[in-house]
């Protein structure tokens, strides 16, 4: 089994930055090869919703609008992590954020993927 495992969240001043990583472990985490990775947040009261993801094949990267020229998604095959940098942050950026993985091959866009494996999340709060 392949876990997800997130870090770097934490308390931060708005304008600040922050650099999440997320790391595949586990018994077949060596040998993990996602389709895509990607990185969701869900505010409290609000419902989930995809900030970045990267194809593995090709390289197809997809930003949300609301994080474009902020954020910074990238991945590291050898190590089996992917990363987030954030920049310019604003207590709308406050809320769990969540690495998730694409096991299977798929046609769909990176926001629509069939994301199967997913870490426990990190807290990232901006104040203002």
């Known amino acids: 089994q392949v876990q997800l495992v997130e870090t770097g969240g934490g308390l931060v001043q708005a304008g600040d930055s922050l650099r999440l990583s997320c790391t595949a472990s586990?018994?077949?985490?060596?040998?993990?090869?996602?389709?895509?990775m990607a990185w969701f947040r869900q505010a409290p009261g609000k419902e989930r919703e995809i900030v970045a993801g990267i194809n593995s094949i090709g390289g197809t990267i997809h930003y949300a609008d609301f994080v474009k020229g902020r954020f910074t998604i990238s991945t590291d095959s050898a190590k089996k992590q992917v990363y987030l940098q954030m920049n310019s942050l604003t207590p709308e950026d406050t809320a769990v954020y969540y690495c998730?993985?694409?096991?299977?091959?798929?046609?769909?866009?990176?926001?629509?993927?069939?994301?199967?494996?997913w870490g426990q999340g990190t807290q990232v709060t901006v104040s203002s």
């Open positions: 586990g018994r077949s985490g060596l040998t993990f090869s996602p389709y895509a």
């Open positions: 998730a993985a694409d096991s299977n091959p798929s046609f769909r866009d990176i926001p629509s993927r069939g994301y199967d494996v």
